[in-house]
């Protein structure tokens, strides 16, 4: 059995930007669920701020078992409305769609394939998808805990499970 985890690199899920209210307490609660179910040695793919988010997540809760596992960090679009990080996009809702549709199908050619100038130009966090693609090959459960937009960003919590 392998694991494989998707979350996203969000900042806010680090202690120093925490507030009064915390405001991805969802999505927090997701990210450790699925951490949660990582085995003791865990592969992290994430780049930059992600590899310190993904860091957090992994020390934040108790892990067991030898299975391999992998915490991949990433996200969608970053303009999905005028108030998001990087305004309004009009091609930002049709490309989370079709990353969602790869996402949960999974579909590892269309991982693998991502249009990476499209993902930097809608401000996504892709680079480390494309190696699900690889990982994801066969058959697996897919489990999606979360799939929300807050603050005109689209992030995931996926776990998939092949083996």
């Known amino acids: 059995m392998t694991r494989v985890v998707l979350v996203p690199g969000v900042l806010a899920l680090l202690p120093e930007h925490a507030g009064l209210a915390d405001p991805v307490a969802e999505l927090r609660a997701a990210c450790l669920a699925a951490v949660a179910t990582l085995g003791v040695d865990v592969e992290v793919l994430a780049s930059g701020s992600g590899a310190r988010v ?42 989370d769609a079709r990353l969602h549709a790869a996402l949960v199908e999974p579909d590892p050619v269309a991982l693998t394939h991502l249009d ?48």
Do not use: I
């Open 54 to 95: 993904a860091r957090h997540l992994l020390d934040q809760v108790p892990r067991s078992g030898d299975h391999p596992s992998y915490l991949v960090v990433g996200n969608g679009s970053a303009m999905r409305t005028e108030k998001a990080p990087g305004h309004l996009d009009e091609r930002a809702a049709d490309f």
């Open 116 to 163: 990476q100038g499209l993902a930097t130009d809608l401000w996504a966090d892709t680079g480390q998808l494309g190696r699900l693609g690889e990982l994801l090959a066969g058959d697996c459960d897919v489990q999606v805990t979360y799939a929300d937009a807050p603050y005109g960003v689209q992030y995931w919590v996926v776990t998939w499970t092949t083996g």
